[in-house]
């Protein structure tokens, strides 16, 4: 099945700087990717949608200036978290999708521990 | 609301031990329900995932039961194994469509398997 390889696995920042995520799809090309991020003894929470060639869908509350997203091919998509503060900490996932069927498997990335000090 | 509500919370069995864990669901219109796995500090992978006329599926030590009358879910581990401690997390989608929509995830179940 699609594997979606995501890195870092970790990282550590300072305070104000800004953090690269990368999610790639190894055997599918996914026209859509999304990101989640998932506080300690939370569910996922989906953050955004985004979509190969166009402007990602970022969900309530999310702020876009924030979170970039990048998905400039049918294999990679990045998030970059801007300007990093404490309460940036958390586990980022993102999952292929789109062009799928409706009842076909999801495929998560590892996920990327983000500390910011 | 749609909703995703798992239990327990957290449990502890012994290795070798059987367990089932709880998913209710409030999600309408439903389209299937997936059961996964997520180790500490990993990724979600699928054990199952069951349409709106399946009843139960198996992967392994893991079966998966479904209710869509009562909207009920539930996931059974048989001969536990000190590997299957991890977060156990129910996810629901809505959607019919060809594409993928909205998906509602639960908060998991926090399984400890101890020798």
């Known amino acids: 099945g699609a594997v979606v390889s995501q890195h870092p696995s970790w990282v550590i920042c300072k305070s104000g700087t800004s953090v690269k995520i990368e999610c790639r799809s190894l055997d599918f090309q996914a026209t859509t990717m999304f990101w989640y991020r998932q506080f300690p003894k939370q569910s996922l929470m989906l953050m955004a949608t985004s979509n190969e060639g166009s402007k990602a869908t970022y969900e309530q509350g999310v702020e876009k200036d924030k979170f970039l997203i990048n998905h400039a091919s049918l294999t990679l998509s990045t998030l970059t978290v801007t300007s990093a503060h404490p309460e940036d900490s958390s586990f980022y996932i993102c999952?292929?999708?789109?062009?799928?069927?409706?009842?076909?498997?999801?495929?998560f990335g590892n996920g990327t521990r983000l500390t910011v000090t | 609301k749609n909703q995703v509500e798992q239990s327990p919370q957290s449990l502890i069995i012994l290795e070798g031990k059987n367990c089932t864990l709880q998913?209710?669901?409030?999600?309408?219109?439903?389209?299937?329900l997936r059961w996964y796995k997520q180790d500490t500090g990993r990724g979600p992978v699928s054990l199952t995932i069951?349409?709106?006329?399946?009843n139960t599926k198996s992967n392994g030590r893991y079966t998966a039961t479904l209710d869509a009358d009562t909207k009920q879910s539930s996931l059974h581990i048989t001969a536990s194994q000190l590997s299957d401690s991890a977060s156990y997390i129910c996810?629901?989608?809505?959607?019919?469509?060809?594409?993928?929509?909205?998906?509602?995830f639960g908060r998991g179940t926090q399984l400890t398997v101890w020798p």
């Open positions: 999952m292929n999708g789109g062009g799928r069927s409706y009842n076909s498997p999801l495929h």
């Open positions: 998913c209710n669901y409030t999600v309408s219109p439903f389209s299937n």
């Open positions: 069951m349409t709106f006329s399946e």
């Open positions: 996810v629901v989608s809505p959607d019919r469509g060809s594409t993928l929509g909205r998906l509602y």
